[in-house]
Structure formats: C-alpha cells, structure tokens
C-alpha cells in the first residue's frame, strides 16, 4: 500500500486537530496547499509564526493582545467604563460583542467554561483571578455573556453566587441568543437585543 511522504501526512495530521476539521477537510486542505504557489503556502506559515510570537494575553482581563502592549487597549482605555465588566468564555466573544457598538465597559475572559465532565473546574478557567479584580477595583455590575449552554448556565450561576456577596449587581444576558448557541455566531442584532435585555440573576 502506497503511503504519503512523512511532510504531506504530518500536515494532515496537524489540520486534524483543529476544531470543526476531519480527515476528509484535513487531507483537502494539505492537498491545496500542495499545489498552491510557493507565496501562498509560505504566507501562511509566516502568518502562523507571526500568532505565536507577536501575541499574548492581557494581564487584566486575558482578552488577547499584541506583545508589549499589555493591558490590552480596552483595559487601558481611559474611555471605557470601570465599573461595568462583561465576563465572557472566549476572546472571540469579545469581538463579537464589540461589533455591536452597544457596549463600553470592560471584558473578563474566562478562557473556558466549567465542565466536571471534562475535569474543568474553577481552576482550570479564569474565575479566580476574576474574583480577585472584582475584590480591588470598584466595580457595580457584571454581565455574565456566557454561552446559553449546560455549561455556560452552570459557569453563570457558579459566578452568581461567587459575586453576589461581593454587593454587586450580577446581570446575565437575555434570552435573544439561541439555547446551544454560541455567541460569536450571533448576528448584531440578536446580541444588541441581549444587551439591552440584560436581566439580573436574582
């Protein structure tokens, strides 16, 4: 049986283990880039080495940011409001909030949700360091913009009952997003509707 030279199979192997990506998607995707010029396929490569050297996480709210500009620039912005931060599960959430233009206080990224199935828990995410901020900076609400999931619900009411006691407002975003959905597929006007229609977990 003919098999691929090691190259060719190791970027299939290496596709694979992107999410959302077969065999089948992985084995095409090589194949292109196998065909493609010499600029395409070298660019992203150099597009890849340019993710991981001149990126990293913000300090602050662990939101992504260039290398050397840590806070991030919404962390940073004297603009934006202190008291009012939207925790949310993935730097692509942030994004997708911002596109709307309704928003304009500051970020928390959980890197994640709790999970007790996987073996993820408090902290394998970023809750404590989210507790931590909330206790040394005058904060009077949180929205809690996780996924409308099993496990964004339980990542909410986990929270809920960490900073209720603080003496601050906890806010979860309203039911305009799809149960099972994910936030960073939601079209603007869905998320504006969940904005608005923010609603405090009591």
């Known amino acids: 049986m003919r098999t691929l030279p090691d190259s060719v199979q190791n970027l ?17 995707l090589a194949f292109y880039l196998l065909k493609a010029p010499d600029e395409a396929a070298l660019g992203l490569a150099e597009a890849l080495e340019q993710l991981k050297q001149q990126t990293q996480q913000c300090s602050v709210c662990f939101n992504i940011t260039t290398v050397g500009q840590d806070p991030c620039e919404i962390c940073a912005s004297p603009d934006r409001d202190d008291g009012l931060i939207c925790v949310v599960e993935e730097p692509l959430d942030v994004l997708a909030i911002e596109r709307t ?18 073996g993820i828990g408090p902290d394998q995410i970023k809750i404590f360091p989210l507790l931590e901020r909330l206790k040394s900076h005058p904060v009077r609400e949180v929205i809690i913009a996780t996924n409308p999931s099993m496990e964004g619900d339980a990542t909410a009411l986990y929270l809920q009952q960490r900073i209720t006691p603080l003496g601050i407002k906890v806010s979860r975003l309203a039911r305009g997003l799809p149960v099972g959905g994910d936030i960073e597929y939601a079209d603007q006007n869905t998320l504006l509707r969940a904005l608005d229609g923010r609603q405090a977990m009591d």
């Open 12 to 28: 299939i192997d290496a596709f694979a283990k992107l999410p959302g990506i077969g065999p089948k998607t992985a084995s095409r």
């Open 101 to 118: 233009g309704a928003y304009n206080g500051k970020y928390h990224v959980l890197l994640g949700v709790l999970s007790p199935i996987e």
